[in-house]
């Protein structure tokens, strides 16, 4: 089993910054993906950033392409998601996942079902 567990959420307003992390902890030998996640009220949980491999591999939603980052301390066994330029519509319950990557290729890095694990989420709200 792994657990998640994101942190750095809070209440900024728009134009700013946070910056998101996700703590694994167990057997995390046997994770090789991890991904970032939102949802919104009253909307479906919807796909923001992946890592992969060693950290060299990365996708990004269109909405967050340009403004987020995502990165790992291996070290750590940290995933990271820097936030810039934040919107109001960026405001959600964002979610730390976690899985196999050969998983996450069958079924495509943006699907929920590709991942095995999760983490608690972390409010981000955006004022405007």
């Known amino acids: 089993q792994v657990q998640l567990v994101e942190s750095g959420g809070g209440l900024v307003q728009a134009g700013g910054s946070l910056r998101l992390a996700c703590a694994a902890a167990?057997?995390?030998?046997?994770?090789?993906?991890f991904g970032w996640f939102r949802q919104a009220p009253g909307k479906e949980r919807e796909f923001v950033a992946n890592?992969?491999?060693?950290?060299?591999?990365?996708d990004y939603s269109d909405s967050v392409k340009g403004r987020f980052t995502i990165s790992r301390d291996n070290a750590k066994n940290t995933v990271y998601l820097q936030m810039n330029s934040l919107k109001p519509e960026d405001t959600a319950v964002y979610y730390c996942?976690?899985?196999?990557?050969?998983?996450?290729?069958?079924?495509?890095?943006?699907?929920?079902?590709?991942?095995?694990?999760w983490g608690q989420g972390t409010q981000v709200t955006v004022s405007s």
């Open positions: 890592i992969r491999g060693s950290g060299s591999t990365t």
């Open positions: 996942a976690a899985g196999s990557v050969l998983r996450v290729f069958r079924t495509g890095v943006a699907d929920v079902s590709g991942y095995d694990y």
């Open positions: 167990g057997r995390t030998f046997s994770i090789t993906a």
